[in-house]
């Protein structure tokens, strides 16, 4: 299932690695999309959306709803 987050935070090569590592210790199979400028994250993956907004925000980030 494709997921489109907005997650607020992002400002280097680092917070997207940090994102990418989250997503991927809880689905090692999910693509992950991201566009910094857009503070945009997509994520295909079978995990529920608010698993995936949970490992985001966890990385320190802010998911808007």
């Known amino acids: 299932m494709n997921q489109q987050f907005h997650v ?3 400002t280097c090569g680092h917070c997207e690695m940090a994102i990418r590592r989250a997503i991927h ?6 693509e992950v999309k991201i566009d910094r400028p857009e ?3 997509e994520v295909e993956s079978t995990q529920a959306r608010e ?3 949970a490992a ?9 709803e």
Do not use: F, K, N
């Open 8 to 10: 607020g935070g992002m």
């Open 25 to 30: 210790q809880l689905d090692p199979q999910a």
């Open 39 to 41: 503070s945009l994250v």
């Open 51 to 53: 698993a995936l907004a």
């Open 56 to 64: 985001i925000r966890e990385e320190g980030y802010t998911v808007a």
